[in-house]
């Protein structure tokens, strides 16, 4: 009973903590750390170690899964030459770098202990990185190669510190070490590839979405202790088959089933990554406690942590810098046209927070090894550390240096343009459809309104007008308080108990669902601002060749002022100037332009937005 209510108690902690910092946009993350912190010292709170196989068993698998699965592997591969160099070239980079440092410190400790406490500090975590770096909107590229880089170090960093451990007391060579490092990279390969064949085989045959998603909560813990079975690396296993998973869930898994999988990995991750923070800080009080009894003093001991942590700070630093030519090959923004290299070096260098990992491997060297609380406690003050120091400067440097978020105003623009192709692929294969069979119902032009009415709505979010509402944005609200009708009257004939409850509960979850996809596009809309970004796209002859002109002072659709019909939006021919309405309007004279010229360009000219398209191959620019 203690261990259940101290489990609900951290639950209900994280939760509390993550609404107050949500609410007052703090980092939920460092907020988390310092209660954890504080809450260590307080009477009657009970002392709470982390174990080694708590975090690398059950915290460790589920965390690297959630943060696999979610990431595109197609993004991964193109920065996989950054994402090696950090994740493999860094690590040791930094395990002997911090050895170094530390020996200069107390020279007393010899170098096994010293290489085990730089491999202890040297993997940055993906939780701790991405937390912030999403919040704070760093750009994509800097979150992929972080977030890829968090992902694989752990193997690099681990397989260093098994070697020095074992150096303790022993010869340990440079030859052996390599080796112990393929062979558990390698294994740990090989169970993830075996991982994702044994479970996409079985997807192929599963249609329940309970059933795929129970199968889903087993993945990280079965290829994680196969891998550690045969004395390969866990966590390579996992990452390897989270990404490939991922990567072909479209194909694999049924639509239900993907919902089902992605809602509950976001909810794991949620709490997961939040109590991770808390655990962290709740370590302080004991660890500090033992660093009394150390051989060394507390000065002493206090000068190493300094210098620990100065040195992981300014050793990623000058290793990104030394190799930014390898790391961010691109030295121009395509986006702003603007030399971004040293800014993306200088965020990426600075975003090396530390997090649950570097401790739980403190916690696996034996607790008899000589001097042991010297590295728990250089441990703690590295994540400490760096969570607070960078953590809470990471967003204050992200202004200064003026590196672009993404912008959702280009969002909306590639949404719109990828629903687009998606549309036209689809009425292809709806005509032959129709030319297979008879549609005496007309259900072509059903399909035909309905892929019409999703496509106009992407494209609306684009507009800026203010004090306007777009059809779309009409259809938004009548239809959500048509459904709370709805949902009204549902609950009224559920209280009379004439209709069977499972037959309620599917009326009210098509309600729920609908809805939600209306608050999905309402959020979407919420999150434009007024921008005037460009998305190029080169591969497109007709958009090179079309300058962008400036719009006439009158605007207006002629053809909808003759015809007395107002429109929604204007765009102009590129080719010849002419003004015409756009699709979500009643007579889409833009595109009626097109059709009887074939005038391939048009640009909006709505305030700030400066996009073209090309209505033959049906991309933005």
């Known amino acids: 009973m203690e261990i259940a209510f101290l489990l609900v108690a951290i639950a209900a902690t994280v939760l509390a903590v993550t609404a107050v910092s949500e609410r007052f946009e703090l980092p939920a993350p460092l907020a988390l750390v310092v209660v954890g912190v504080a809450a260590s010292y307080v009477p009657g709170i009970p002392e709470l170690r982390l174990e080694p196989e708590v975090v690398l068993l059950g915290l460790l698998p589920p965390l690297l899964y959630s943060a696999a699965v979610n990431t595109s592997l197609v993004d991964f591969n193109a920065n996989r030459r950054p994402i090696l160099l950090l994740s493999v070239g860094l690590v040791a980079f930094t395990t002997f770098g911090v050895a170094a440092v530390v020996r200069l410190v107390i020279p007393e400790i010899g170098w096994p202990l010293a290489l085990a406490i730089g491999a202890v500090v040297a993997p940055p975590d993906a939780v701790a990185a991405t937390a912030i770096g999403r919040r704070i909107g760093l750009p994509r590229r800097i979150v992929t190669i972080l977030e890829g880089e968090s992902l694989f170090n752990d193997a690099s960093a681990l397989v260093a510190l098994r070697a020095a451990v074992t150096a303790i007391g022993t010869t340990v060579t440079a030859w052996q070490v390599g080796r112990d490092f393929v062979l558990a990279a390698g294994g740990g390969f090989a169970v993830g590839a075996l991982t994702f064949v044994v479970v996409g085989f079985l997807r192929k045959k599963i249609t329940d979405p309970l059933m795929d998603t129970a199968i889903s909560l087993v993945i990280p813990f079965a290829a994680y202790i196969v891998a550690e079975k045969i004395h390969a690396s866990g966590v390579v296993a996992v990452v390897v088959a989270g990404l490939a998973l991922g990567h072909v869930a479209p194909v694999l898994q049924t639509a239900q089933s993907r919902i089902a999988e992605r809602m509950n990995w976001r909810t794991i991750a949620y709490v997961l990554e939040n109590t991770v923070f808390l655990l962290i800080g709740l370590q302080a009080a004991w660890l500090l406690a033992e660093v009394g009894d150390s051989d060394f003093g507390a000065g002493k001991v206090a000068a190493a942590c300094a210098a620990a942590f100065v040195a992981v700070v300014v050793l990623r630093m000058a290793w990104v810098f030394a190799g930014q030519a390898l790391l961010l090959r691109h030295r121009t923004d395509p986006v702003t046209g603007e030399q971004r290299s040293w800014r993306y070096s200088f965020l990426i260098g600075w975003a090396g927070m530390r997090g649950v990992v570097t401790l739980a491997a403190a916690f696996t060297v034996p607790e008899e090894t000589e001097h042991r609380e010297v590295l728990l406690i250089v441990a703690f003050a590295v994540v400490a550390g760096t969570l607070l120091g960078q953590g809470l400067t990471l967003p204050l440097v992200a202004r200064v240096l003026r590196v672009p978020s993404p912008d959702p105003h280009d969002d909306a623009l590639a949404r719109a343009t990828l629903l687009q192709q998606a549309a036209k692929a689809g009425v292809h294969r709806l005509d032959e459809l129709a030319t297979e069979c008879d549609d005496p119902h007309d259900v072509r032009?059903?399909?035909?309104?309905?892929?019409?009415?999703?496509?106009?709505?992407?494209?609306?979010?684009?507009?800026?007008?203010?004090?306007?509402?777009?059809?779309?944005?009409?259809?938004?609200?009548?239809?959500?308080?048509?459904?709370?009708?709805?949902?009204?009257?549902?609950?009224?004939?559920?209280?009379?108990g004439s209709v069977p409850s499972e037959i309620v509960s599917e009326v009210l979850a098509m309600l729920d669902v609908e809805e939600s996809m209306l608050d999905a596009v309402d959020a979407a809309r919420a999150d434009l601002r007024n921008t005037s970004r460009v998305q190029r796209n080169d591969g497109c002859e007709h958009l090179a060749g079309s300058p962008l002109l400036d719009p006439p002072d009158d605007l207006a659709c002629a053809e909808c002022l003759a015809e007395g019909t107002r429109w929604v939006a204007l765009r102009m021919c590129l080719t010849c100037g002419e003004v015409g309405c756009c699709d979500s309007s009643p007579s889409r004279h833009a595109t009626a332009h097109f059709r009887s010229t074939q005038h391939p360009v048009m640009r909006s000219v709505e305030p700030d937005e400066d996009w073209r398209w090309c209505y033959v191959h049906h991309q933005t620019g």
């Not at 684009?462 to 306007?468: P, Q």
């Not at 459904?483 to 209280?495: F, H, N």
């Open 445 to 496: 032009a059903l399909i035909i309104q309905r892929i019409e009415q999703r496509n106009f709505a992407a494209w609306e979010r684009l507009g800026t007008t203010e004090g306007e509402e777009s059809p779309s944005d009409l259809y938004s609200r009548w239809r959500g308080e048509m459904i709370e009708a709805e949902r009204r009257r549902v609950l009224e004939i559920r209280s009379t």
